[in-house]
């Protein structure tokens, strides 16, 4: 069987050129100057920005709050789902994730449309909202798999030990679904902190997002300023999945 | 009454995850250009979509031929990549084998963004006209992740002696693979490809950075483009209720099947 | 299953190899700005023109730093591009422009048949370090920037002047282009008013003017419209004013006229007016980067463009006003419904009472008061600096630190509870116990 181990060379070579040559390449033009010699001026002007740094600040900001929001409303509607007492209907749940295969940007769109029409104006308001929205089945998937996939022998034990069902919520079930938190706060917390459509739309382009400041510098053929800002939410993704990486069973896979 | 509470609270956040969509599906039946007005019940919309005349239709046409041809191949690609890709990584030994992993998995934590930008310095860097090639080939690195991490499950719970077996009774490397090994894998296989499509025909980013200068556009990019002059224009309206439906007919469709094969499993 | 994906891949290679470059024709130009129907009729009359076939791969843009900095990079090989006034000085100053000569054969020479004295006049004026605009660009359309208003929702005592977009009264119904150089010269048309009036400056020197004091006194104007803006808009801002989700909106003539036209059979009544204090004229022109591949073609295309016809129905499907002027066009655009202005300075002698919407075609009064931008060169960055900032997020810097410390301790928090768990969990498999973990 070892000979065909030889197989995963192909798709080496290609992760090589196109996973890990781009990013490299993203380091290398985040450290040179328009000219192409090694500096560091991009990194100390997004230092010195004050409008660069309030906007990641605020970007780190709305991505927390959108992620807060979506796991206090998504981790009940999770249990709820999953809870056989409440839910034995397959279908509740397929409502939920519906949501998710239509096109990210038309829900965005017509969210704004609607806050349109009743007359509300756009602003971070209507941005916490339409975010929320767009990413809340994200974070209930998860959650709503691995609570529906618990063991509840886990459970009835602690009942059988004398603990309250409020006991039993905090104690058992929240800790063993943390892998399913985690997974779902993953998957709000980067696509906001990275996102900009969506605050285009949503805000009439009020508030700008990090994402879109990098968006406008790759776009005026500013590629170093540019690479320097992805370069610096690299890290901060780079920090954060080191979280997730533990409990993501990378054999386990995604089925 | 918990009961109660809690159906009520899980229907409160249906009605706001539905309300933009079923908002959208209602004014696609009217003629309005402005959303909120309502001027009569018309199909006119559903007809305009599919009419040839119209060169707005044309383009939105376009791109979602574009956006179903890219989507097509990427996933095929990134599926007969991913499947050998997971078998060659099943058999590494443990320390390259993680390496292998982790750098699968950089396409997947990556926002969009940065795969987006890098993928764009990328070509600049070889000197590639961007237009459809590129945008393919970026949709295979994303996609392809995830097919490898769909199959792989396949390749661990599998009964390693299947293939010895079958080598033993006579069957050349070649009839081993075809035989035994692609059957077993092929529902990991299967779902990888409808992941990969599902990932390619959503995505926007990565190929707004990619597409070049041609005037090559996605339903996505099509979209965007189309909302920066006016938000969401008439046309959209039925081309939105048309993707909501399906969707909602596929998942039917889906869920019935499974609900069907696990009562005949409970026989 | 490898012959299979190098087959694919080798399919893919064939696919996106372009066959001969020079049957192509790229176009670069802003977007919704042709009527589309001309693309595939240029097409064809090149052929019978030239008896070459041609392809155009159209694309477009809506914001002119990222068009000129695609043609200043030089990776896109775009033949032909319409940029506004000062790109054009721009990309004459950098030496980015191929000379366009008029050399068509037995094709008549529509551009110089048709271009309007005015509009030849102002090439002159672009500043192209010793290089004339006319012989480098050829005028495609034109206006003017102003407002465009409500007519049910704005009193007409508030019309007037640029400082209704700082009219409280209006708070999160005015609109402002995204357009840093428009709304710059704009404002400081307005804070600047009395030194015109008094002829201290001229107009043409403000539009040179980037003083740090100016800039600085556009900012802070600027900052106190920002808490009373709806949207910063690069083209919704016609549809929200449609929809009346506007009142107000710092716009250019040609998007006004296409808004007015749409609101009228739905009933609503837009007006725009270009202020008293002054304000800008901007064109835009096909230009022929050095890059090109194909000039032959693009210069045809330009020609094409300067048939009265065509520029009429352009006009028609665009909205704004083309370049272009002569008795065809002039006859076309005569409707008795409006008031009879001076158009000389664009027609001719015999234009001066004619019955023409004054919005498109400004009356001579108008075009006094107004004057072209100029690129500003070495000193651009500060103007986007500044508009920036005034767009930006104003967080002050001590809420910007306290967020992004707040973040990072989070997660060395995260980071501790982890790694002390993870050496629990490591002393208890030494000690033998199975490690409980779902």
């Not at chain 1, 009940?76 to 096109?103: D, E, G, H, Q």
């Not at chain 3, 804070?191 to 001229?202: A, C, N």
């Amino acid at each position: 069987m070892n000979k065909r181990s030889s197989w995963s060379l192909p798709y080496l070579i290609f992760l090589v050129i196109f996973v890990v040559l781009p990013l490299i390449l993203v380091l290398v033009y985040a450290f040179q100057d328009a000219q192409g010699r090694f500096s560091f001026e991009n990194i100390t002007r997004f230092f010195s920005d004050k409008d660069a740094l309030s906007t990641f600040a605020l970007s780190l900001e709305i991505a927390i709050l959108n992620t807060l929001i979506c796991l206090l409303l998504g981790y009940p509607a999770a249990w709820i789902l999953a809870n056989k007492k409440y839910n034995r209907s397959a279908v509740t749940v397929v409502l939920f994730i519906l949501p998710m295969w239509i096109n990210a940007l038309m829900r965005t769109l017509a969210t704004a449309e609607l806050f349109n029409v009743l007359g509300v104006t756009l602003g971070k308001g209507t941005l916490l909202f339409g975010m929320a929205y767009d990413y809340l089945p994200f974070m209930i998937y998860p959650i709503y798999n691995i609570l529906s996939r618990m063991d509840p022998s886990y459970a009835e034990a602690a009942e059988d030990l004398g603990a309250t069902p409020w006991k039993v919520f905090w104690k058992v079930t929240v800790p063993l679904s943390i892998p399913g938190v985690i997974s779902g706060v993953m998957m709000v917390f980067m696509p906001t902190v990275s996102t900009f459509a969506i605050s285009e739309f949503l805000t009439n382009n009020k508030i700008k997002l990090f994402g879109t400041i990098i968006q406008e510098n790759i776009n005026s053929s500013m590629w170093n300023y540019g690479s320097a800002l992805a370069l610096i939410m690299l890290v901060i993704i780079g920090v954060t999945s080191l979280f997730s990486n533990d409990s993501k069973n990378a054999e386990g896979g995604l089925v | 009454m918990k009961k109660f509470l809690a159906k009520a609270y899980i229907w409160f956040l249906l009605v706001i995850l539905y309300a933009p969509i079923i908002f959208i599906i209602i004014f696609s039946f009217s003629e309005s250009k402005v959303l909120g007005n309502w001027t009569g019940f018309s199909t006119n919309l559903y007809t305009n979509l599919f009419s040839p005349q119209a060169a707005s239709a044309t383009s939105l046409f376009r791109a979602i031929y574009n956006t179903l041809i890219i989507a097509l191949i990427s996933a095929f690609v990134s599926m007969i990549l991913g499947a050998i890709a997971a078998i060659g990584i099943y058999n590494l030994r443990s320390r390259n084998k993680n390496v292998m992993l982790f750098l699968n998995s950089i396409p997947i934590i990556n926002p969009d963004i940065i795969t987006g930008v890098a993928l764009f310095l990328l070509f600049i860097f070889l000197h590639v006209s961007q237009g459809y090639t590129t945008v393919v080939l970026a949709h295979i690195t994303f996609c392809t992740p995830y097919v490898v991490l769909s199959v792989m499950p396949r390749l661990t719970q599998m009964n390693p002696n299947l293939y010895e077996a079958a080598l033993d009774l006579g069957a050349t490397p070649m009839q081993a693979l075809r035989k035994v090994l692609i059957p077993l894998l092929r529902p990991g296989m299967i779902s990888g490809f409808i992941l990969a499509f599902t990932m390619s025909l959503d995505d926007f980013v990565v190929t707004f950075f990619t597409r070049g200068t041609i005037g090559l556009e996605t339903l996505s990019t099509y979209i965007y483009a189309d909302a920066r002059k006016g938000g969401l224009t008439p046309e959209l309206r039925p081309l939105m209720t048309i993707i909501f439906i399906s969707i909602l007919i596929l998942l039917v469709i889906f869920n019935i099947r499974k609900a069907k094969s696990e009562k005949q499993l409970a026989k | 299953m490898k012959r299979l994906f190098t087959l694919l891949a080798a399919l893919l290679l064939i696919v996106s190899c372009t066959s001969d470059r020079s049957k192509y024709l790229k176009v670069y130009n802003w977007g919704d700005y042709i009527d589309e129907s001309l693309i595939g009729e240029f097409e064809q009359w090149y052929y019978e023109q030239t008896g070459e076939e041609v392809k155009i791969i159209y694309q477009t843009f809506d914001i002119n730093e990222t068009m000129l900095s695609k043609i200043e990079k030089g990776e896109e090989d775009f033949d032909v591009v319409c940029p506004s006034d000062y790109i054009i000085e721009r990309m004459l100053r950098e030496d980015l422009l191929l000379p366009i000569d008029r050399d068509f054969g037995d094709t008549p020479n529509y551009i110089d048949d048709n271009i309007a004295p005015y509009i030849r006049e102002c090439f002159d004026k672009i500043d192209g370090s010793g290089k004339n605009a006319n012989d480098y660009s050829v005028g495609y359309m034109w206006g003017t920037a102003g407002i465009l208003y409500n007519k049910k929702h704005v009193a007409e005592e508030d019309l007037g002047s640029w400082d209704i977009i700082r009219n409280p009264k209006y708070a999160n119904k005015i609109f402002i282009k995204d357009a840093p150089r428009d709304v710059y010269c704009s404002v400081l048309i307005y804070l600047k008013q009395d030194e015109l009036r008094e002829g201290k400056i001229t107009l043409e020197e403000l539009m040179y003017d980037s003083s740090d004091a100016s800039i600085e006194a556009v900012e802070n104007y600027m900052k106190e419209v920002k808490g009373l803006v709806a949207g910063w808009e690069a083209d919704f801002g016609k549809d929200q004013m449609i929809q009346e989700r506007g009142w107000i909106n710092l716009t250019w003539s040609g998007d006004a006229v296409w808004a007015m036209n749409e609101a009228d059979p739905i009933g609503v009544e837009l007006g725009y007016y270009v202020p008293d204090e002054g304000s800008s004229v901007w064109f835009d022109g096909w230009v022929i980067p050095k890059y090109a591949k194909n000039p032959k073609a693009a210069k045809y295309f330009i020609n094409f463009l300067c048939i009265p016809e065509n520029a009429l129905r352009n006009m028609e499907v665009v909205g704004y006003v083309v370049a272009n002027g002569g008795d065809i066009i002039l006859d076309a655009i005569q409707d008795e419904k409006y008031e009879a202005i001076d158009l000389t300075y664009f027609f001719g002698p015999e234009a001066d009472s004619v019955h023409v919407n004054p919005v498109l075609y400004p009356d001579q009064s108008v075009i006094d008061r107004c004057e072209m931008m100029h690129d500003w060169g070495d000193e651009t960055p500060k103007l986007i600096a500044m508009w920036s900032r005034v767009k930006g997020n104003e967080s002050s810097n001590v809420v910007t630190i306290v967020i992004i410390c707040a973040f990072v301790a989070l997660l060395i928090v995260f980071a501790l509870r982890r790694s002390i768990s993870k050496s629990r969990r490591g002393a208890a498999t030494k000690k033998g116990k199975k490690p409980v973990k779902k």
